[in-house]
């Protein structure tokens, strides 16, 4: 029997993705922890600084560490993505009967939002210099109606003093210690809108022959944040996915791009905003983050 091309290159993605090992390069990483660290880089932002002025890494995906080849865009825990760096988070929560469980796609990742939310405050409470970025969307189900579950989340597993409680764009000194929602769901607000962002997510790569059209939509982005309106943040998600053209596989071919560029723009102060990756090496978060200062080296 002859297989269609789809499957068939399902199965040698597969082949590949299990046959291949981990790697632990400068631009990619998916190993299970990072190279280094760096905890607590916010401490030396300004307090005055709107966080709009910030250039900072992030993960999409933030907690798909299961599910295969397809499903998986992390190898890092949410503990080793805070203390390697990553200052926004991609969470994306399927909504049954009133529970919160962590998903991408049909692919449950042995968490729920809970899990989320007792990471992040321990994390700030060990390091109340720093602020992060938590998008939360809905994800597998459509009930369009996550507000009360979220808030009920936040009471049994954290505190309402964690969040942001403003659509306003905080500065540093305003967001230490506390997660800003990046609010993706109707209801009262539990921090600022997603929308607000300036946003390029490009994520539907057809194929490994459409690297160069992904490269050149995170290209023209970053270029855009570096000349445009400080006072709305940006938001450039480097990942993309399909059935040809797996997450890590296209990590693997993206993030080198990504960082060579940042390197090659090295030794000043430039705000890029918020810079995402699946399985982005500590090296590059680094560089990322190296930007608020220029010539400083933060880890």
């Known amino acids: 029997m002859t297989l269609q091309l789809p499957l068939m290159e399902t199965i040698l993605l597969w082949l590949v993705s299990v046959s291949s090992g981990a790697l632990q390069r400068p631009d990619y990483d998916d190993t299970p922890t990072p190279e280094f660290l760096n905890p607590s880089w916010m401490a030396d932002i300004p307090s005055s600084r709107p966080l709009s002025e910030i250039t900072m890494p992030g993960t999409h995906n933030t907690m798909a560490l299961y599910g295969g080849g397809l499903a998986e865009c992390q190898s890092w825990s949410l503990p080793h993505q805070l203390r390697a760096g990553v200052r926004f988070l991609d969470v994306r929560v399927r909504h049954v009967g009133g529970n919160l469980t962590i998903h991408h796609g049909i692919s449950y990742q042995y968490a729920h939002f809970g899990d989320v939310l007792q990471a992040v405050d321990a994390f700030l409470k060990e390091h109340p210099s720093e602020t992060v970025l938590m998008r939360i969307r809905e994800e597998l189900s459509e009930t369009r109606d996550i507000y009360a579950a979220v808030v009920r989340y936040i009471h049994t597993y954290a505190r309402w003093d964690l969040l942001w409680h403003s659509r306003r764009m905080p500065t540093m000194g305003e967001a230490r210690g506390k997660?800003?929602?990046?609010?993706?769901?109707?209801?009262?607000?539990?921090?600022?809108?997603?929308?607000?962002?300036?946003?390029?997510?490009?994520?539907?790569?057809?194929?490994?022959?459409?690297?160069?059209?992904?490269?050149?939509?995170?290209?023209?982005?970053?270029?855009?944040?570096?000349?445009?309106?400080?006072?709305?943040?940006?938001?450039?998600?480097?990942?993309?996915?399909?059935?040809?053209a797996w997450p890590y596989a296209l990590a693997r071919r993206v993030n080198p791009l990504l960082y060579d560029h940042l390197t090659a723009r090295a030794g000043k102060p430039r705000r890029f905003g918020i810079i995402t990756a699946d399985f982005p090496g500590a090296p590059l978060l680094r560089d990322i983050i190296n930007f608020n200062w220029g010539n400083k080296t933060s880890a």
């Open 179 to 244: 997660i800003i929602v990046l609010q993706e769901f109707p209801g009262p607000a539990l921090g600022m809108r997603y929308s607000s962002l300036h946003i390029a997510d490009d994520w539907q790569v057809p194929s490994m022959d459409h690297v160069s059209e992904k490269w050149q939509s995170v290209y023209n982005h970053l270029e855009k944040a570096l000349v445009s309106d400080r006072s709305r943040m940006y938001l450039t998600y480097s990942s993309g996915a399909s059935i040809r």
